[in-house]
């Protein structure tokens, strides 16, 4: 399951968390759209949501700008980061690799969230005597019990 679909199963899924999906490549436009076009299906009445989710034709910009007044209006961006990072994490756990490509894909995760105090354990070269993995699944639940 991609990250995204991991935030949507959890109901993590919001517009901080969709602008920092769409900076940083792990979302796409279509997944900003779909994203959009299933609130207004929900009841959501908002005018820019609409323009967003038919949104094919809107410059980067003024998609980007659309998204900043969603923020503004509904979310709280303190866990943006945080939410992505479980979802990349659960996306290792729950994946069919085996533990060598968990393991690649876990110092992965490591580097590109800026290495995290709280997955210190998750790298391969930490002096702990807990196997990187094992670290990653207790972050996971820490994340979890702090996000939903």
């Not at 959501?44 to 998609?63: M, P, Q, Y």
Request: glycine residues 4%.
């Amino acid at each position: 399951m991609s990250p995204i679909k991991v935030l949507i199963s959890l109901g993590l899924l919001c517009w901080a968390t969709i602008l920092l999906g769409l900076k940083k490549g792990w979302v796409s436009r279509k997944d900003v759209i779909d994203y959009a076009v299933a609130l207004l299906v929900n009841g959501n009445e908002n005018e820019d949501v609409a323009i967003i989710a038919g949104g094919e034709s809107l410059e980067d910009d003024e998609l980007f700008n659309l998204i900043l007044n969603q923020i503004k209006q509904t979310d709280d961006t303190a866990s943006a980061l945080d939410k992505w990072r479980l979802a990349h994490l659960l996306n290792i756990a729950e994946s069919d690799y085996d533990e060598q490509t968990k393991l690649d894909r876990l110092q992965e995760v490591y580097a590109n969230f800026d290495y995290p105090e709280d997955m210190a354990s998750c790298s391969i070269y930490s002096q702990d005597e807990i196997d990187p993995l094992v670290a990653m699944m207790q972050v996971i639940e820490e994340l979890k019990s702090r996000l939903t």
